[in-house]
Antibody, heavy 123, light 107 residues
Framework: EVQLVESGGGLVQPGGSLRLSCAAS????????MDWVRQAPGKGLEWVGR??????????EYAASVKGRFTISRDDSKNSLFLQMNSLKTEDTALYYC??????????????WGQGTLVTVSS | DIQMTQSPSAMSASVGDRVTITCRAS??????LTWFQQKPGKVPKRLIY???TLQSGVPSRFSGSGSGTEFTLTISSLQPEDFASYYC?????????FGQGTKLEIK
């Protein structure tokens, strides 16, 4: 069974930084692209970004709203996904989900989701 | 960026009704269209991917169709557990984009 457990959320001031982690199990982590998706309180879903796998040089893609401020990385040896968030803004306040695509080569998304970790950006 | 316009944003319906939700893309997205269901306080759940492929375990009353820029999610006969929010997602080109969601409520 696929399991994704996010951690690292919390309260941070505007302009601050936070690093989220996602511990994955139940599948061969290194074989899959991985995505982060967020949801602001009472709002809809927003795709944050993706990391590809080693054969694709771990390259990344980002939403325009976070590009240049957020960085996605992974450690295949530890089955872990990360989201480094810098220069945080109040509009980054959201529940952040780690997601498993369910297929290799990145043509799908969202087969499994973690429970999310809440990030609150406020002074 | 590709914009996904989902309609309606909210609707009310009765158990047994047939319901259709539409997503329109600002440009062609091939078959890279996925539908999710989210109940209050719960994690999103994938219902349909590749426009029309039903996720394992999802009841057959759910179906997806469409091509090019217009896509639909249909629930053939609403059940009490179907009252939730629904989102479409295009993953044809980056950045991926969700529709704004449809909140389906009990009439």
């Amino acid at each position: 069974e696929v399991q994704l457990v996010e951690s690292g959320g919390g309260l941070v001031q505007p302009g601050g930084s936070l690093r989220l982690s996602c511990a994955a199990s139940g599948f061969t982590f290194s074989d899959y692209y991985m995505d982060w998706v967020r949801q602001a309180p009472g709002k809809g879903l927003e795709w944050v970004g993706r990391t590809r796998d080693k054969p694709n040089s771990y390259t990344t893609e980002y939403a325009a709203s976070v590009k240049g401020r957020f960085t996605i990385s992974r450690d295949d040896s530890k089955n872990s996904l990360f989201l480094q968030m810098n220069s945080l803004k109040t509009e980054d306040t959201a529940l952040y989900y780690c997601t498993y695509p369910g297929c290799t080569s990145g043509w799908c998304l969202g087969d499994a989701w973690g429970q999310g970790t809440l990030v609150t950006v406020s002074s | 960026d590709i914009q996904m316009t989902q309609s309606p944003s909210a609707m009310s319906a009765s158990v047994g009704d047939r319901v259709t939700i539409t997503c329109r893309a600002s440009q062609g997205i091939g078959n890279y269209l996925t539908w999710f269901q989210q109940k209050p306080g719960k994690v999103p759940k994938r219902l349909i991917y590749g426009v029309s492929t039903l996720q394992s375990g999802v009841p057959s009353r759910f179906s997806g169709s469409g091509s090019g820029t217009e896509f639909t999610l249909t629930i053939s006969s609403l059940q009490p557990e179907d009252f939730a929010s629904y989102y479409c997602l295009q993953h044809n080109s980056y950045p991926y984009t969700f529709g704004q969601g449809t909140k389906l409520e009990i009439k």
